[in-house]
């Protein structure tokens, strides 16, 4: 994958005078870095010790703090961002 990403930059330099050329190495050399990206993602995943917690449940309490009406804003975002969108995402309540 890096021999790749380095030929296309190489491409990229060398095409000055074929636009088209260059615009398609361009683009090839865009969707290798991200799959480069995702491949270490995916690396460093792997590379992360299995934990016993991982699968169980937990228990998440979102309360305001001191300071004012600040804090009950911030709670009340985190609840909804928490517990509303992701219980919409897996569908809890339909």
Known sequence: MMCEIESLKSLVGD???????RAMAYKELEQALKEEGYVHNL?????????D??????ILE????????EPSLFAMDMFKMLFIDYSS??????
């Open 15 to 21: 095409c000055e005078q074929d636009k088209d050329m």
């Open 53 to 58: 917690a991982d699968e169980r449940d937990c």
């Open 62 to 69: 979102v309360r305001a703090g001191t300071g004012g009406e």
């Open 89 to 94: 995402d897996i569908k809890m309540f339909a």
């Open 43 to 51: 690396l460093l995943k792997a590379l992360l010790p299995k934990d």
